[in-house]
T-cell receptor
Framework: DVKVTQSSRYLVKRTGEKVFLECVQD?????MFWYRQDPGLGLRLIYF???????EKGDIPEGYSVSREKKERFSLILESASTNQTSMYLC??????????????FGPGTRLTVT | QKEVEQDPGPLSVPEGAIVSLNCTYS??????FMWYRQYSRKGPELLMY????GNKEDGRFTAQVDKSSKYISLFIRDSQPSDSATYLC???????????FGTGTRLTIIP
């Protein structure tokens, strides 16, 4: 079974803090994704990585950065947290279309509250 | 107009009923269609995966794709309280690593 784990289930941070969200997958997947999920807005892609040290902006990258130093690990960084970044953050991975797969596998999510 | 439209619900039906969940889309390049189920406070999990047009059945679940109408459906037969969740449709086209998601439909099965 594919396993995607996220470092925290719940996180509370103050405005202006630097926040790190970690994601690890154990199935040697090429692609990794960070989404945020908000009521009425669905899943919105923040960043996508298709290889180590490679990244691509998603639909809402402003205020976020990412790091992928190892294939299994993908980090989301909030440089200076703001209250409008309070959300559910979901990490996902996929084998990639080169391996004939379009399916993404999700982690359990991190509920981040910025006060 | 969003690329993928999904009625957000909420939808409440009695146990044992047939449930129909739907998405419409505007991009005719979409060829790969998925349904995800998301329980409260959990990440989405893949439920059904279909390629191009046609039906696919898995137990009580049937996924249907009508590319001519740009319309996909998920049917749940003999619905159970454990089916209560948010259902998200997702789709992609050949060679595209990213998925386009609907906003999700919240379903409650009443015992």
């Amino acid at each position: 079974d594919v396993k995607v784990t996220q470092s925290s289930r719940y996180l509370v941070k103050r405005t202006g803090e630097k926040v790190f969200l970690e994601c690890v997958q154990d199935m040697d997947h090429e692609n990794m994704f960070w989404y945020r999920q908000d009521p009425g807005l669905g899943l919105r892609l923040i960043y996508f990585s298709y290889d180590v040290k490679m990244k691509e902006k998603g639909d809402i990258p402003e205020g976020y950065s990412v790091s992928r130093e190892k294939k299994e690990r993908f980090s989301l960084i909030l440089e200076s947290a703001s209250t409008n970044q309070t959300s559910m953050y979901l990490c996902a991975s996929s084998p990639g279309t080169v391996r004939g797969s379009y399916e993404q596998y999700f982690g359990p999510g991190t509920r981040l509250t910025v006060t | 107009q969003k690329e993928v439209e999904q009625d957000p619900g909420p939808l409440s039906v009695p146990e044992g009923a047939i449930v129909s969940l739907n998405c419409t889309y505007s991009n005719s390049a979409f060829q790969y269609f998925m349904w995800y189920r998301q329980y409260s406070r959990k990440g989405p999990e893949l439920l059904m995966y279909t390629y191009s047009s046609g039906n696919k059945e898995d137990g009580r679940f049937t996924a249907q794709v009508d590319k001519s109408s740009k319309y996909i459906s998920l049917f749940i037969r003999d619905s159970q309280p454990s089916d209560s969740a948010t259902y998200l449709c997702a789709m992609s086209w050949l060679g595209n690593e990213k998925l386009t998601f609907g906003t999700g439909t919240r379903l409650t099965i009443i015992p």
